[in-house]
C-alpha cells in the first residue's frame, strides 16, 4: 500500500493555485492585456481553435488590443467569434488589423467582475480542500491498516493540513490582488 505523499498532495494543491490565477487572467481590468481574450476559440475551417494559435495579439496602449491574423481569410471569423464572445468588446476591423477598444469600467462592472474573481478562487479554494481530503483519508486508512502508527498517521494529517493552510493563503492572496486590480481605475 502506498503511504501518504506530501509531494504529490503539494504539486496538486500549487496546480489548483495556477488554475485559479490563469482564471483570474481572464477577467478585466482597467487595462487591456491580451490573456482577456484567452478562452475565445474561432471556428477555423470546422475546427475549435484558440485565437492565440491565429493571430498575434499585442497591446499597444493601455485601452487597446490589437489582433493581427497570420490568415488574412481568418479575420472574419476572428470579429465573429470574438462578438459572439462574453468579454463584451466589440472588434473594429479595416480588413487586416482588428482593434478592441477597452472602455473604462463601470462601478457596477468592476463589482461584478469581483464577484466572478471571488467564484474562481472558491472554485481553487474546494480544490486545495479535496486534495486535503483525499490526503487525511489515506493518512486514515494507512492508520487502519496497520501501516502508520496513530502518531504518524495525526503527523502526517497535520501536514496535509498545514499544506492546505499555504496553499489557500496563496489563493486569498491572489483574490486581494485581483480585485484591487479590478477596482483601480
Do not use: C, H, W
Not at 490573456?35 to 474561432?42: A, C, E, M, W
Not at 464577484?115 to 479554494?125: N, T
Not at 502508527?149 to 502526517?156: F, L, P, V
Request: no cysteine; hydrophobic share 35%; charged share 30%.
Amino acid at each position: 500500500m502506498k503511504l501518504v505523499d506530501l509531494s504529490e498532495a503539494e504539486d496538486a494543491m500549487q496546480k489548483a493555485v495556477e488554475s485559479t490565477q490563469r482564471a483570474f487572467n481572464t477577467i478585466r481590468t482597467g487595462r487591456a492585456s491580451a490573456s482577456l481574450l484567452d478562452k475565445i476559440t474561432v471556428d477555423y475551417y470546422g475546427s475549435p481553435t484558440s485565437l492565440k494559435s491565429l493571430a498575434n495579439i499585442s497591446t499597444p496602449d493601455a485601452s487597446t488590443l490589437m489582433i493581427q491574423s497570420f490568415d488574412p481569410s481568418a479575420v472574419k471569423l476572428i470579429e465573429k467569434a470574438i462578438s459572439m464572445s462574453d468579454v463584451g468588446l466589440v472588434p473594429n476591423s479595416d480588413g487586416t488589423l482588428i482593434r478592441l477598444n477597452i472602455p473604462p469600467l463601470t462601478t457596477e462592472r468592476r463589482q461584478e467582475f469581483a464577484k466572478i474573481a471571488g467564484k474562481y478562487a472558491e472554485e481553487g479554494r474546494v480544490s486545495v480542500r479535496n486534495v486535503r481530503r483525499d490526503g487525511i483519508d489515506l493518512a486514515k486508512k494507512q492508520e487502519k491498516a496497520g501501516d502508520l502508527s496513530e502518531d504518524e498517521s495525526k503527523d502526517m494529517q497535520d501536514e496535509v493540513q498545514n499544506l492546505t493552510d499555504k496553499y489557500i493563503k496563496q489563493i486569498d492572496q491572489a483574490l486581494a490582488d485581483k480585485e484591487k486590480a479590478i477596482q483601480t481605475v
